[in-house]
């Protein structure tokens, strides 16, 4: 009994193995069409009165300017060329100082590199366990060997909700500026990236003090970080 139980886990997760490789190949040059995010924002639109509709338009790597993914970079991970998908270095420094913050009733720091959030946005969606975080570490380091820094980025910037229903950097630049992927400015682009964390709480071309801080210090951290090419 012990061994049909043993050979049916190694043939599950031989089976997961094989799907979730091919899946993350796949992407490597097929775009995906949807996230688990987009569908649990229309699911819950009803209740919300928010959009019941997804705008969201895929554009390659070269239709976005370059002071786009610099600006994210500098926003959410400017250690995004050097890491393997997982700052543990940034991870382990967040839990220490969320034992203090937490007593102090302050929210607790995140670490999430863009890697993570894109493992997260494509194949497992907003939810948390324990499961799930195992679950992100493994496409974490899958999505990094197959698809590289530069996949990795633009799928990042064509699916990340930039908005009420709207998703990905076409649609994102033209709601918020009127303006394409390939001529918004600088400034434009530290404002968006200022707003990622919760764009459907912030604007960025009505901008409150706190994202206008938040951009310009966004805007002296781009110069000094690295993207691909």
Same mark, same amino acid.
């Given at each position: 009994?012990?061994?049909?139980?043993?050979?049916?886990? /190694?043939? *599950?997760?031989?089976?997961?193995?094989?799907?979730?490789?091919?899946?993350?190949?796949?992407?490597?040059?097929?775009?995906?069409?949807?996230?688990?995010?987009?569908?649990?924002?229309?699911?819950?639109?009803?209740?919300?009165?928010? #959009?019941?509709?997804?705008?969201?338009?895929?554009?390659?790597?070269?239709?976005?300017?370059?002071?786009?993914?610099?600006?994210?970079?500098?926003?959410?991970?400017?250690?995004?060329?050097?890491?393997?998908?997982?700052?543990?270095?940034?991870? =382990? =420094?967040a839990k220490r100082a969320n034992i203090a913050r937490v007593r102090r009733g302050k929210p607790p720091l995140?670490?999430?590199t863009i890697t993570m959030q894109t493992s997260k946005n494509v194949f497992?969606?907003?939810?948390?366990?324990? @499961?799930?975080?195992?679950?992100?570490?493994?496409?974490? !380091?899958? *999505?990094?060997? /197959?698809?590289?820094?530069?996949?990795?980025?633009?799928? !990042?910037?064509?699916?990340?909700?930039?908005?009420?229903?709207? !998703?990905? @950097?076409?649609?994102?630049?033209?709601?918020?500026?009127?303006? #394409?992927?390939? *001529?918004? *400015?600088?400034?434009?682009?530290?404002?968006?990236?200022?707003?990622?964390?919760?764009?459907?709480?912030?604007?960025?071309? =009505?901008?409150?003090?706190?994202?206008?801080?938040?951009? #310009?210090?966004?805007?002296?951290?781009?110069?000094?970080?690295?993207?691909?090419?």
């Open positions: 009994m012990l061994k049909l139980v043993l050979l049916w886990l /190694l043939r *599950t997760l031989l089976a997961f193995i094989v799907f979730t490789v091919t899946v993350v190949a796949i992407f490597r040059i097929v775009p995906p069409a949807v996230t688990p995010l987009m569908v649990l924002r229309l699911l819950q639109a009803p209740f919300t009165g928010k #959009s019941l509709f997804v705008k969201h338009h895929w554009i390659s790597w070269t239709e976005i300017t370059p002071s786009m993914p610099r600006a994210v970079v500098a926003g959410e991970d400017a250690g995004f060329m050097r890491h393997a998908g997982i700052d543990w270095k940034a991870v =382990n =420094n995140g670490a999430s497992l969606g907003p939810w948390r366990s324990m @499961i799930r975080k195992g679950a992100e570490v493994y496409f974490v !380091y899958l *999505t990094e060997a /197959l698809w590289g820094k530069r996949r990795i980025l633009e799928i !990042y910037l064509n699916m990340i909700e930039w908005g009420d229903g709207v !998703y990905g @950097i076409h649609q994102g630049s033209k709601t918020w500026f009127g303006v #394409s992927p390939t *001529t918004i *400015t600088a400034d434009q682009a530290s404002y968006m990236a200022a707003i990622v964390p919760n764009p459907r709480r912030f604007s960025a071309s =009505n901008p409150s003090p706190y994202v206008r801080r938040k951009a #310009s210090w966004i805007r002296g951290r781009m110069r000094g970080v690295s993207v691909p090419k």
